[in-house]
């Protein structure tokens, strides 16, 4: 972890004048940003405005009670940290206030280095959250091997990688399922300068409009059905940060005009609430579809394919980079024989022939499986062909095959369009990837069966 000090953004709701300027000159003077709210309709507009990382509440804020406010604090950003200031002689108040929901108190008069250890520890904690949430989800992200390869493609695509991962460019990264799309945007983040930020991942295809914008964006209690409290959006969890489009290619119609101007002007409203907010986040985009041939047809904006279209990353599939196979393979032996304390070491040749020729449509992901399933059904040391799940079933004609090799173009074709069949959710899915339509794959499909 950095030692480097975190730039907290700060509300302070305190109406006497002299603390205010006290807390903001010693805050500001460490990096921090901080707004200030002398009432509670102040602050209740500074919330629905901006995201905050802490609050500093005052108990006693002239004619009005910062305690009857925390409730409402709470329910606007339930993830804020909040800080009781409190008279000396009023410590049994805000032991209530931790006890509705306070991170903790601090007691006035104060000098400006106790301020900033309270400050400190909460910032820290904040940190150690953050921290904790990122390797969660970085917990099965990175196992090594993505980031060598010995080939030239997959090399070319990671050295540009290196180097846009210092920038705040949007990034594109394109590659059939199971590629590492994700991993390598996960990747680029832990490169970048905002490594200590979060990286947020909004999946596409998974919800409707609805739900995928609030998602994205948050939404307010009430903003529709089954709303019953405040939420934030992936938008405002990335802030500083990455955040992640996956398979943005399926991101419905309806809802590209908000990510278009979320991208030009980082501007978005959460769900059913009027208040325009902004965010600082780096956006990167991943896709197994066309998105130009996508845009051709109708089904996908043209500005906001440019706009994602910075710079783009296309990773190869594992078929086309054959020689990291089995240094592949065998680190996820090793790795896989640990986790689930296992005998096996090694592969028999055999299998390495047969990791080697198959065609791997599911590509990495798939490869994982099949290794996973072979130390897992083993009983010694070495994995054989028998292991493997596709051992058992002779391969299609042209299986494993490849261009520049040996074969008639028939061949190849067959080849590939079973390949993407076996690797697509459905015969229209693998149409639009192949680029042809439905009726002219179901009549190559019923082809092959009747040649088998």
Known sequence: MSDKPLAARILLIDDDPSIQRAFRRALQDRGHGVVVASS???????????????????????????????PRIRELAPWLRVVVVTASSDVQTAISAIRAGAADFLSKPCSPDELMHTVGQQIEAIRMQHRIDQLERDREAANGHEYTSLSPAYRATLEVAHRVAQTDATLLILGENGTGKT?????I??????????????????????????????HVRGAFTGATENRQGRVQVAEGGTLFLDEIGDMPAALQPKLLRF???????????????????????????????????????????????????????????????VPIAETELAKLARRYDRPARRFAPAALTALTTHAWPGNLRELHNAVERAVIVSDGE??????????????????????????????????????IIAASPSLEAAARMLGIDSSTLYRKRKQYSDAA
């Open 40 to 70: 509670t309709n102040e602050a209740v507009a500074a919330l629905n405005r901006s995201p905050f990382d802490l609050c500093l509440l005052d108990l006693c804020l002239g004619g009005e009670s910062g305690i009857e406010l925390l």
């Open 189 to 218: 983040h832990r490169w970048s300068q905002r490594s200590q930020a979060m990286f947020a991942t909004v999946s596409c295809p998974s919800l409707s409009a609805e739900l995928l914008a609030s998602e994205l964006f948050g």
């Open 382 to 419: 070495v994995i054989g062909p028998e292991h493997l799940p596709f051992a058992s079933s002779r391969p299609p004609p042209g299986m494993g095959l490849r261009a520049g090799d040996a074969v008639s173009l028939e061949e190849l074709e067959r080849a590939h369009i079973e390949a």
């Open 263 to 325: 991208l030009q002007d980082r501007e978005y409203e959460r769900v059913g609430d009027p208040n325009t907010r902004t965010a600082d986040v780096r956006v990167i985009a991943a896709t197994n579809q066309d998105l130009a041939a996508m845009v051709r047809e109708g089904r996908f904006r043209e500005d906001l394919f440019y706009r994602l279209n910075v710079i783009t990353l296309t990773l190869p599939a594992l078929r086309d980079r054959r020689d990291d196979i």
């Open 183 to 187: 991993q390598l945007a996960r990747a």
